[in-house]
């Protein structure tokens, strides 16, 4: 493999030129679904906003959605893409439960939801670093 080519439903296609045309057609006609196709970012602000996600079956989308549950999972083949895209299309019950869950997935993983988990844990590390320090500083005292 090549840089800037990758395999694609068996077949050697430039890096990106299969998805370009899969994103337009997508976001002219649906742009409630919203898949990451090269990149990640923004995931979270989708799923948050209830958005029907569609996303690569690797990396970090598939360790956040359940395929079918809050969003679908698919690998690199164009053809699988534009069906499901199509089928979703045709299908709003669908796509209202998969947004549905997605914004409850989204939600989980807001600022406010995580900073007092993080939090927590900042303060049982330094709590943890102080006792190590604390216990270090004390004298041995032999019986």
Known sequence: MRHGTRQLSGKRARHGAGHRRVAGFYSAAWPD???PLTANWGLLEILGRGGCVIAPDRGYPAELIRDDVNGILLPDDIGRWLDTIRALRDDAARRARLGRAARVL?????LQSVAPRYMTLFRQAMDNRARRLGAASKPCVDG
């Not at 989204?106 to 807001?110: F, K």
């Open 33 to 35: 679904i919203a898949p």
């Open 106 to 110: 989204g939600q989980a993983h807001t």
